[in-house]
């Protein structure tokens, strides 16, 4: 059984995949510490690991995971992954953008593919039919959108924004104003993507991914692939690619 974490800006996810690739179980956590993984190993018959981090991993995290795996891959630049990546700067591309491309090539091989992660930030990254990485964007997430629009003003208020809350094309009041100003605009923003990307390449598919992912599918009214465990399956790619 393969372990796979992927520690984000705000939580931590775990996945569980067996040797057929299948996901087992997933877990979120707020904080994440070497108690945490000396337990899923007492618990689970994992043989092999790895972790993405976008930050500092806790050495003793790191020490639990290279005594107690059979192979462990401390995820970085140099690991080789089974896509080719052209970005220019590989040692600061985000390890997560990188484990979600293959994630996604996995998915959809010889396939050109819009992948977009709605997290903190959100990110677009286009891999493309001949299965390369060709790089990508990074752009604000919903809740920094949201928060900005508090900090920079000096009336407007902190909004906060149900995931299934309907959202107006245009605001009557201050709350809903700026709701679907930075909801909608995030809606336009994709389908302005998807826009410009169909009259470059031609068919493609579009997954999106990320904890603010029903936010914008459900005010996009356009058919995308919603898979949440977008980077951990990446990550479960890159781990079974490196021990071929």
């Known amino acids: 059984m393969n372990l796979c974490i992927d520690q984000g800006n705000s939580r931590t996810k775990v996945a569980l995949f067996r040797e057929d690739g299948k996901l087992q179980k997933s877990f979120i956590y707020r ?39 059979r192979g462990f891959i401390l995820f970085d630049h140099t690991t080789p992954v ?15 953008r990188l484990a979600a491309a293959v994630g996604a090539n996995a998915l959809f091989p010889d396939t050109d593919l819009l992948i977009i992660d709605a997290g903190s930030a959100i990110t677009y990254d286009f891999v493309s039919k001949d299965n390369c990485y060709m790089g990508g964007n990074i752009a604000p997430g919903i809740k920094m959108r949201l928060t900005v629009l508090r900090q920079m003003t000096k009336k407007l208020p902190q909004v906060e924004v149900e995931e299934n809350q309907l959202i107006p094309l245009f605001g009557k009041n201050t709350n809903d104003a700026i709701a679907a100003g930075v909801i ?34 459900n005010n ?12 951990l399956m990446g990550l479960n790619r890159i781990l079974c690619f490196n021990k071929q």
């Open 31 to 69: 904080s994440f510490h070497s108690s945490d993984v000396e337990r899923l190993f007492s618990l689970y018959p994992i043989t092999d690991a790895i972790i993405s981090s976008v930050s500092n991993i806790e050495p003793a995290v790191v020490n639990v995971l290279h005594r107690q795996s």
């Open 82 to 96: 089974p896509i080719r990546n052209m970005y220019d700067t590989p040692q600061t591309l985000g390890q997560d």
């Open 184 to 217: 909608r605009g995030i809606a336009f923003e994709v389908k302005g993507y998807m826009r410009t990307l169909s009259e470059r390449v031609g068919d493609f598919q579009t997954i999106i991914s990320g904890g603010s992912a029903p936010y914008i599918v």
């Open 220 to 231: 996009l009214q356009q058919q995308v692939r919603v898979e949440k465990h977008l980077v």
